[in-house]
Every structure is written in structure tokens, then in C-alpha cells.
């Protein structure tokens, strides 16, 4: 069964495998007993192998064991999973926010609960593949409009009539590294009254000095506005959340199938939200060494003539051309200890190497990558010998 097709991808350079580490995640890890430089990872503040939050969860099992028997609405939760929602809230700026299993579950769960027949959904072109099926399950019309175009917006919110209009976006757009222009959006959906749902998974903790895109771009978390985020990136533990209004996040709570229909997640999970939230909030040395790592990383892969795709943030796609010399790179990044997969059809039109610079790299670390792709472009004849090399 599906011989065929899985030979069909085979043929097209498209068959992905899934690796095996043997360490926790973070900026170094193991694959068959060999290190590797992990470019590959969201855990941007290096939580994952946080102490303080490993802690937090041992606390957490011990107190309230590990699984979680049900759904909430059927059997509860633990009086952290209250804890964490009102601490989102306060992160967030909102009245009460509610907790998901996961990004994905969020995005098509909470989309069909706040349109349905009669709506009608705008969605940027590079929305995320949860987006695209929450809308698709919505059963609301579903308009796309060109990436970060305001313009195409504007024409096709002035064009559709609806009983209610929702506008959709990343925030951070996960494989482009690129910002949805938010502030434009908000002024755009303020004139017509449409609601605006923002799914901030890969700007929570990165942008806004860790708060988000609202924050970020100084927009008041209106009540028309719905922010979607999750744990698993930045925060380094699982799960996901939505925060605004308390009529919307009850209205979800109780219509939303991916919450009503899902068993909770473990209280230990639980606990390392709020651990990775309380370091947000109370140290920002983390976030600023992102964002310097991330900068020095941006600018030594412009001085070698790669295209880094637009990237504005700690995802930084590099333009490899075709798919055979996008997993020829990937390849020997990865035969000289870089792990940075290749991107490819159909998660991406356009083959890249994505490149994700958290702030537990070291110097080292970006040096090593940058040695490795200079010398990749001057095996190709693509750069004389000094070119990319930093003056000492």
C-alpha cells in the first residue's frame, strides 16, 4: 500500500526521515553517538534543558502525578492549569486566555469556533499549514491574500460582504522569518470592523522584548483581537494558548472541539509554562542576546552573497536554488557537524536551508557555520578566498 507514491517522492528527492537525538534539545546535541550544532531548533532562549523549568516539572509530577485522565470539561484540570491561563492573560494584556495541546490543535480548534457559514476569512498567503486547515473546517468563505500585502487586503475586505469578516496572520512567518506589517492590519480591520486573529507561536518570547507582536508593533490587545501562541517554541515546554476577550475565550472553551474533545495536558507540562513565563518576565538579558546572536549570524551570511529570503528575525532562511543542491548543502553541513535540514516541497515552494540562531549559541557556534558555508560557496568557484572572511 502506497508503494507508488512513497516511490514517487523517492524519485522527486522529496521522501523526508525522521532522525533519532540521544541528548535533550538545545544549541548541541547528539545524532548516533555524534555532536552536532543544532541550527534546526524553535527553542530560541534555550529553555528546553532549562533547570529552573526542569524543576518546576519534577515539583509538579510529584504534587499531581503525571497523566491527566480526561478532558478538563470532563474532569477538570489542576489548579496550575488556572494558574498558567491567568499569568497568559497578564502576559498577553487580556481579560483570560485558555490552554491548548498544541499550536496545531489551537489553530483548528479555535478558527471554526469563531467562523463558520455566513463569515467570511481573509488569510495571508503564508499562513501556516494549522491555519489553512482551521479555515478550511470553519466552512467560512476564505479569501487568501497575497503575502504581507496591504493593499490586496484592503481590496478584497472592501469587495466581500459577510455577516462577520475575520482577518488571519502570522505573526512571524515560520519558514520566511519575515513579520506580517501589523500595525497596517490592525488599522485595516479597526476601519472595517473585522476581528483580527494573530497566531504569535514564533514571536512570543522573541519579539517585544519577549511579549509579542501587540507588543512589539505598541497595539492595545483590543477585544477584537484574538492572540493565538504557544509554549513549545520560545518557552521551551509544550502546549498552546489563547488570550483575549472573556466572552471569546469562553465561547471557545465550550466550542472549540480540539479543547472539548482532548485530554489535558499533563500538570508537569503545565508547571514549565509557568516556570519559562516568569523568566520571560523577569529577565530580559536572554532576549537580547537572541536578538544580538541573531544579528551577527543575519549579517556574516549576507557578507557571503547568500540570499537570506527578507528574514527580519532569528529565522533565517538561506536560498540554496533547486532541491538537489538544497539537500547537497544540507548534507555537508551535516558530514561537518551542522545539523540544519533541508526545506523542501511541498512545506515550501521555494527549496532553502532554514537556519533558526537561538541565545544559547556561542560565538563558536555561528563562526563554525559560517566557516562551513564559506567554504561551500568557494568549492563552487562563487567566492574568491578573502571574501566573507572577517578582518582581524
Known sequence: MFFEELRELEEGKLLREIKSRTSPQGPKILINGRE??????NDYLG?????????AAKRAMQSFGFGSGASRLLAGGTSLHRELENKIADFKGTESALVFNSGYSANTGII????????????DGLNHASIIDGCRLSRART?????RDIDDL????????????????????????????????????ERNDAVLYIDDAHAAGVLGSGKGALKHFNIKPEPWIIQM???????????AFVAGSRDVVAWISNTARSFIFSTALPSCVIAASIAALGLIENDSILVKRLWANRDKLAKSINDLDYEIMGSETPIIPIKTGDVENTLRISQYLYDNGIFAPAIRPPTVKT??????????????DIERLIELLRKEKRKRGL?????GRTKR
Request: a positive charge; one cysteine or more.
Open 36 to 41: 552536532y550544532i543544532n541550527f534546526s531548533s
Open 47 to 55: 529553555f528546553a534543558n532549562h533547570p529552573y523549568i526542569i524543576e
Open 112 to 123: 471554526p469556533a469563531i467562523a463558520g457559514e455566513g463569515d467570511v476569512i481573509f488569510s
Open 143 to 147: 479569501f487568501i491574500y497575497r503575502h
Open 154 to 189: 484592503k481590496q478584497l475586505l472592501k469587495s466581500a460582504s459577510a455577516k462577520r469578516k475575520i482577518v488571519i496572520t502570522d505573526t512571524v512567518f515560520s519558514m520566511d522569518g519575515d513579520i506580517a506589517p501589523l500595525k497596517d492590519i490592525y488599522e485595516i480591520c
Open 229 to 239: 501562541g504557544t509554549f513549545s517554541k520560545a518557552l521551551g515546554s509544550s502546549g
Open 351 to 364: 527549496p532553502r536551508i532554514r537556519i533558526t540562531i537561538t541565545a544559547a549559541h556561542t560565538d563558536e
Open 383 to 387: 567566492i574568491h578566498r578573502n571574501v
